[in-house]
């Protein structure tokens, strides 16, 4: 089946770094990728919409310039926590469809956690 | 209110019992789609329905559909411990990939 591969799985960085996180359709093509914020026991909450080829469509509230998006393959796309702060520690799930196939199922990369000190 | 709530929000029951969750949602959908996440992982994938479909089954998993009333059920009979995970419904309105997840209930299956 589908696999996506998120890295890192936790990183822990200081307060005024960068972080880059990957997200890798294993199996598959992905023209769209998508990028969520999960709070505790909270629901996901869509951050962007990652389009091969061109800019990412960001969420109303989610400052681009802050949240770096870039979809350079049909197989990877990245997102970069830019002079992440401790506010910005979160755990990061990224999706991706699969271009030849006509239903909506998205399949997951196993998240990332982040935590700013 | 966000699109696609869930109820109810925790669940717990024990091993072999059934489990039902609902979701309500608020605007016209092309597809509801349900995911399961074990705790500090990604979201699997469990069974989509589409708008013209009224029922779904897949393995131990009945999920329903009612778009009049703007309601999706979950069933998961004879519950096992390894069932324990927040479930999510998600809604779309075309087959584009972008989906509104609901707040998720968690279930605990107690052996």
């Known amino acids: 089946g589908a696999v996506v591969s998120q890295h890192p799985s936790r990183v822990i960085c200081k307060s005024g770094t960068s972080v880059k996180i990957e997200c890798r359709s294993l199996?598959?093509?992905?023209?769209?990728m998508f990028w969520y914020r999960q709070f505790p026991k909270q629901s996901l909450m869509l951050m962007a919409t990652?389009?091969?080829?061109?800019?990412?469509?960001?969420e109303q509230g989610v400052e681009k310039d802050k949240f770096l998006i870039n979809h350079a393959s049909l197989t990877l796309s990245t997102l970069t926590v830019t002079s992440a702060h401790p506010e910005d520690s979160s755990f990061y799930i990224c999706s991706a469809k699969d271009r030849s196939s006509g239903a909506n199922v998205l399949t997951f990369g196993a998240g990332s956690r982040l935590t700013v000190l | 209110s966000q699109q696609g709530e869930e109820d109810p929000q925790a669940l717990s029951i024990q091993e072999g019992e059934n489990a039902t969750m609902n979701c309500s949602y608020k605007?016209?959908?092309?597809?509801l789609q349900w995911y399961r996440q074990n705790s500090g992982r990604g979201l699997v994938h469990l069974i989509l329905i589409r708008s013209n479909e009224r029922e779904k089954h897949s393995g131990r998993l009945r999920v329903t559909l009612d778009t009049s009333k703007k309601s999706s059920s979950l069933l998961i009979t004879a519950s096992r411990a390894a069932d324990t995970a927040s479930y999510f419904c998600a809604t779309a309105n075309t087959n584009a990939g972008k989906s509104t997840f609901g707040d998720g209930t968690t279930l605990t299956v107690k052996p």
């Open positions: 199996d598959f093509q992905a023209t769209t």
């Open positions: 990652s389009n091969e080829g061109s800019k990412a469509t960001y």
């Open positions: 605007t016209s959908i092309n597809n």
